[in-house]
């Protein structure tokens, strides 16, 4: 999914499957379910426990669990968490100042302090730190430049100004900073903690401090099954209720029906003919989601994806109306944008969504009209002068990510002189060609980090770290870029400049749409207060399990 995958993880990939059944869960069933346990099943491991350097959805729910930024979503709403409100800025929206909560500790006994926030944030704009996530702290004062060599680290508009006082300031209003500021990706570190762990720091439960509800226990980033528990040193500990999070690795859906029927696990993920047998049933529920899947093509290695006419014939060719309904059958919905629906809408009037603004484009260019490919294939092969072309499908190596991709290669091969190869990878394997350019066609996803257009859009500019096909245009920068700048403070322009740029992606498709995620679950009844918030993550804090 450029699953995360938030990031980056494709629907379908669940994860690495673990047999052994999980402490505390007998084979007789939901009598034998400890009352202070919940039981969730996983897409995947946890890569890693350093939020400076994680970039997938499993990582980033196993921190936002462990770890607390500045605020946290309680539903929709951003509530304060380590600042003790939600703040204004200053300085005509250049300038935040963030109160903190005193007296609050890591789970080691150090104290939670406005440099630790500063240490972190310079760590992850660090050139060395080789964040995938630096370019998420552009418009903060100099981040851009260090994160480019430029600047020294510690030239980052970021300062305690005391123990407890923390002072952001920016190049351009931001507006969107606030929910940014519930991300894993800006939460605090301990400094002693990192420098004493080095490379290993995130890599296991021994190398870790939490200030967040829960705390790992026993986990290394190979585990296919691990624990949280409650932080007695969180600042909010009264309002956790769950004594115990355990979550369990799953690749197979049938086998994750199967545990949860056996009452093994409260809440599975389906897909495919199982999310088909289950839909109607008590405990099936289907979650629209802020991510969005797409195809990237490989420009830098096969130029003649360049060709406008063959990105677009791809995407005519491909039924996924299909591909939704009878092949994954999770909640899944045929996307005609790279930015997913029902998550932003117009500023003027609060009613028109961002995706049916550019519907006209969208559409055009995602309707299944293979008669329409198939003219514009051969166009496209002509301008470029290729006879057939034959290129790899990258993607995860999970039974429906399989399915999914032989209906891509079955769907792409009507093209007249194409040939696609399927290649499909562990998840992990695939993040990291992708994030290298080792690949010709990828199965990529994005996961929205906060409820804003300018999350996707910002993905496809030029040079940006998770543009992994390479598709450019300079129109289509110029008004992302104006869209955080110049217009920043005007909301009716913004959403106009985000409006063109994404009809320009959309009549180009600089990437090509597949569909929005909608996760199909199966959950008992004794899990209570699930609250899933706009990153698509859940606050844990407000779970409470039926006696």
């Not at 909560?101 to 789970?107: A, D, I, L, T």
């Not at 929005?516 to 779970?543: C, E, K």
Request: aromatic share 10%; hydrophobic share 35%.
């Amino acid at each position: 999914m450029n699953m995360k995958v938030r990031k980056m993880l494709a629907t379908g990939s669940l994860g690495l499957m673990s047999m052994l059944v999980l402490a505390g869960c007998g084979s007789s069933g939901q009598s034998q379910a400890s009352n202070d346990t919940a039981r969730i099943m996983s897409k995947e491991v946890i890569s890693t426990a350093d939020s400076s350097l994680a970039t997938d959805i499993v990582s980033a729910q196993a921190i936002t669990n462990t770890m607390e930024g500045l605020y946290r979503y309680h539903g929709k709403k951003l509530e304060p968490a380590m600042a003790t409100k939600v703040v204004r800025p200053t300085n005509n929206g250049l300038t935040y100042t963030f109160p903190l909560r005193h007296n609050v500790k890591w789970s080691n006994g150090d104290p939670v302090t406005a440099q630790d926030f500063v240490f972190a944030w310079r760590r992850t704009v660090n050139p060395k730190t080789k964040s995938q996530y630096a370019y998420i702290y552009e418009g903060i004062a100099n981040a851009k430049d260090i994160t480019a060599g430029k600047k020294p680290v510690n030239s980052l508009g970021v300062k305690a100004l005391d123990k407890y006082t923390l002072q952001v300031n920016l190049e351009k209003p931001i507006p969107y900073f606030g929910s940014l500021m519930s991300a894993d990706f800006f939460f605090p570190q301990d400094p002693k903690v990192v420098q004493k762990w080095g490379k290993k720091y995130g890599t296991n439960s021994k190398t870790l401090v939490s200030n967040g509800p829960y705390k790992l226990q026993n986990w290394s980033s190979v585990d296919n099954s691990w624990t949280q528990v409650k932080n007695k040193d969180y600042w909010n500990a009264k309002a956790v209720k769950v004594p115990k999070l355990k979550y369990q690795v799953v690749k197979d859906a049938s086998t994750a029906l199967n545990l949860y029927q056996a009452k093994k696990l409260d809440r599975v993920e389906l897909s495919g003919d199982t999310s088909k047998q289950m839909k109607g049933s008590k405990g099936y529920s289907v979650l629209k989601q802020n991510s969005t899947v797409y195809l990237e093509m490989n420009q830098k290695k096969y130029p003649f994806f360049k060709n406008q006419k063959l990105r677009q014939a791809m995407s005519l060719a491909i039924n996924r109306q299909q591909l939704t309904k009878k092949v994954l059958g999770n909640g899944t919905s045929a996307a005609s944008s790279a930015t997913a629906s029902n998550m932003t809408f117009n500023p003027t009037n609060k009613k028109q969504d961002f995706v049916a603004a550019t519907a006209q484009t969208g559409k055009a260019n995602t309707k299944y009209d293979l008669a329409k490919a198939k003219e514009l294939w051969r166009q496209g092969l002509a301008e470029t002068g290729q006879k057939k072309i034959k290129f790899d499908l990258l993607g995860d190596d999970t039974d429906i990510a399989k399915q999914q991709s032989e209906f891509l290669q079955n769907q792409l091969e009507k093209l007249p002189g194409l040939k696609v190869n399927l290649n499909n990878v562990p998840y992990k394997t695939r993040i990291s060609r992708s994030a290298s350019g080792d690949f010709d066609v990828v199965i990529t996803m994005w996961n929205a980090d906060f409820p804003d257009p300018i999350n996707f859009l910002t993905l496809f500019t030029t040079g940006a770290s998770y543009n992994s096909g390479k598709w450019s245009d300079p129109q289509y920068d110029n008004l992302v870029n104006q869209s955080m700048s110049q217009d920043a403070n005007n909301a009716s322009a913004r959403w106009q400049d985000m409006v063109a740029a994404q009809n320009i992606l959309n009549e180009q498709q600089g990437v090509i749409p597949l569909y929005q995620n909608g996760q199909a679950f199966m959950t008992h009844d004794r899990l209570q207060n699930l609250d899933y918030g706009p990153s698509s993550l859940y606050n844990m804090v407000s779970l409470r399990i039926k006696k």
